[in-house]
């Protein structure tokens, strides 16, 4: 989970009163909230749980390789901190972050649009990243 979304989490949290009810805005102390829209809040949400979806997915992906957390992390030139917070969802991975992390697995991506309704999948694989000289 981002760190946005657990601080609006714990935020959250302490609005709660013992007996379950919530704390009315009105008697919070000056300060304490801050304007947010619906759709900020759902945003961050729903970046948390991509980032917590492509982090499952590649950590299977090396235990599947069974390769070594420092090993994966020599082969891709980050410190194992990095490797950990791409593995614990901890941050969203750039598209070619993903593509660089999976082919050093020995993984490639194929991207998949499915239509909600009627309509033709759309699936494209993403380019092998360039090996550096």
Do not use: C, W
């Not at 791409?86 to 991975?93: D, M, R, S, Y």
């Amino acid at each position: 989970m981002n760190e946005s979304l657990k601080a609006k989490m714990a935020l959250a949290a302490e609005l709660l009163n013992a007996d379950g009810s919530v704390t009315p805005t009105a008697d919070l102390p000056a300060g304490l909230l801050v304007p947010e829209s619906a759709s900020g809040f759902a945003a961050d949400v729903q970046d948390a749980l991509t980032a917590e979806t492509v982090a499952h997915a590649l950590k299977l992906a090396r235990q599947q390789t069974h390769l070594s957390a420092a090993e994966l992390a020599r082969r891709r030139g980050v410190s194992r901190g990095r490797l950990s917070q791409l593995e614990n969802g901890a941050v969203n991975p750039t598209v070619g972050t993903l593509a660089e992390h999976a082919g050093a697995l020995g993984y490639d991506v194929t991207v998949t649009l499915t239509p909600r309704r009627a309509g033709k999948t759309i699936q494209v694989d993403l380019p092998q990243p360039v090996q550096a000289q």
